[in-house]
T-cell receptor, first 110, second 113 residues
Framework: QQQVKQSPQSLIVQKGGIPIINCAYE??????FPWYQQFPGKGPALLIA?????SEKKEGRFTISFNKSAKQFSLHIMDSQPGDSATYFC?????????FGRGTSLIVHP | KAGVTQTPRYLIKTRGQQVTLSCSPI?????VSWYQQTPGQGLQFLFE???????NKGNFPGRFSGRQFSNSRSEMNVSTLELGDSALYLC????????????FGAGTRLSVL
């Protein structure tokens, strides 16, 4: 059973575009929602995270929107750059171990 | 501060063999988690060790095992390898208390022929 559903599986945008990646969860006990960024040949790295008592969090060009009632959250990348091309994973946790989405491969064309 | 180090980076084994992967966490981190990453299943949690004790376990067969040493270094062992075990195995370390950030290593790419 996949507890965190992530979409789309892949995404291609032009430089300056705003890619949006969506995630939905089922377990209402989840209380921490991080996003990870993974470049080829590297392990995932924490990008930004949010707790359910907040509806939006922004760090630089990255913004998480959180809808607790819909059990959905999304990542927006403002003014996307070719260097943002990577795989993005959403996750949800209620303890020490996160449950990950399947990942979204993002390509930003120059 | 050095990051999470995994060795080796690449491994090629044949079916039926066993393999041991190593992970050195960030200095001061007491929790080490292991994940299997495949294109079809994404990132799947294997187990977590904290202060030499397995604290959490994922849904993997008993062929997958691990241990943690007193210096927090961890090893993961897979016995009787199957073709489906081919994957990137990632190790992540954290302080181990509260909602800690997990820091991932670059992984060990295991190919089973």
């Amino acid at each position: 059973q996949q507890q965190v559903k992530q979409s789309p599986q892949s995404l291609i945008v032009q430089k300056g575009g705003i890619p949006i990646i969506n995630c939905a969860y089922e377990n209402t006990a989840f209380d921490y929602f991080p996003w990870y960024q993974q470049f080829p040949g590297k392990g995932p790295a924490l990008l930004i995270a949010i707790r359910p008592d907040v509806s939006e969090k922004k760090e630089g060009r990255f913004t998480i929107s959180f809808n607790k009632s819909a059990k959905q959250f999304s990542l927006h990348i403002m003014d996307s750059q070719p260097g943002d091309s990577a795989t993005y994973f959403c996750a949800a946790s209620m303890g020490y171990i996160p449950t990950f989405g399947r990942g979204t491969s993002l390509i930003v064309h120059p | 501060k050095a990051g999470v180090t995994q060795t080796p980076r690449y491994l090629i084994k044949t079916r039926g063999q066993q393999v041991t992967l190593s992970c050195s966490p960030i200095s001061g981190h007491r929790s080490v988690s292991w994940y299997q990453q495949t294109p079809g299943q994404g990132l799947q949690f294997l187990f977590e060790y904290f202060s030499e004790t397995q604290r959490n376990k994922g849904n993997f067969p008993g062929r997958f095992s691990g241990r943690q040493f007193s210096n927090s270094r961890s090893e993961m062992n897979v016995s009787t390898l199957e073709l489906g075990d081919s994957a990137l195995y990632l190790c992540a370390s954290s302080l181990g208390a509260g909602k800690n950030i997990q820091y991932f290593g670059a992984g060990t790419r295991l190919s089973v022929l």
